[in-house]
T-cell receptor, first 114, second 114 residues
Framework: AQSVTQLDSQVPVFEEAPVELRCNYS??????LFWYVQYPNQGLQLLLK??????LVESINGFEAEFNKSQTSFHLRKPSVHISDTAEYFC????????????FGSGTQLTVLP | DSGVTQTPKHLITATGQRVTLRCSPR?????VYWYQQSLDQGLQFLIQ???????AKGNILERFSAQQFPDLHSELNLSSLELGDSALYFC?????????????FGPGTRLTVT
């Protein structure tokens, strides 16, 4: 079984400031790691994923996340946020080697202030 | 637009009633997943189907059931509804089962039980 912990439920940050959303996971098996974003009144969109290879993965809109196996973490970062980044962000894991269900963290509400 | 459609968008019903939520996966996707998002429990996996067969079960109550039809659309049936069943219900689909395939999420059905 897997579990995901997102330590921060709310992260307010000013526009153009850097941000880090923290995610730690626990699993008895190897996992794939994901960040999903949910804009108000919308469904979930995949932001980025770690399957294998380079531990640093990037999204097309400037977010990046680094897989740290020793610390069982997959923190999400962005060097300069925009108002449009305001959304809820979910970290998720799934068992490696299978198209199985996702286990989600509790979510972090990122609010970018002008 | 993920290509996954869910109907209805909103549903308001009374305690004790039964409702059916419908999901049409992306064209070509064989696997369907149902998730529940509530304030109390967060985002939880309920059940997965692959090509008409149940593949995995999560925290799905006995009052809930699902099926996937030959045309690959899926329905989630919720019966003897309680106030605590009020939530956003997401359907996701992926190409196949057995290795990693990205899950695409629908916009969700918001269920309100009064």
């Amino acid at each position: 079984a897997q579990s995901v912990t997102q330590l921060d439920s709310q992260v307010p940050v000013f526009e153009e400031a850097p941000v880090e959303l923290r995610c730690n996971y626990s699993s008895s098996v190897s996992v794939y790691l994901f960040w999903y974003v949910q804009y108000p009144n919308q469904g979930l969109q995949l932001l980025l994923k770690y399957l294998s290879g380079s531990t640093l993965v990037e999204s097309i809109n400037g977010f990046e996340a680094e897989f740290n196996k020793s610390q069982t973490s997959f923190h999400l970062r962005k060097p300069s946020v925009h108002i449009s980044d305001t959304a809820e962000y979910f970290c998720a894991v799934s068992e490696r080697g299978s198209a199985r269900q996702l286990t989600f963290g509790s979510g972090t509400q990122l609010t970018v202030l002008p | 637009d993920s290509g996954v459609t869910q109907t209805p968008k909103h549903l308001i019903t009374a305690t004790g009633q039964r409702v059916t939520l419908r999901c049409s996966p992306r064209s070509g996707d064989l696997s369907v997943y149902w998730y529940q998002q509530s304030l109390d429990q967060g985002l939880q996996f309920l059940i997965q189907y692959y090509n008409g067969e149940e593949r995995a079960k999560g925290n799905i109550l006995e009052r809930f059931s699902a099926q996937q039809f030959p045309d690959l659309h899926s329905e989630l049936n919720l019966s003897s509804l309680e106030l605590g069943d009020s939530a956003l219900y997401f359907c996701a689909s992926s190409v196949a089962f057995g290795s990693y395939y990205e899950q695409y999420f629908g916009p969700g059905t918001r269920l309100t039980v009064t």
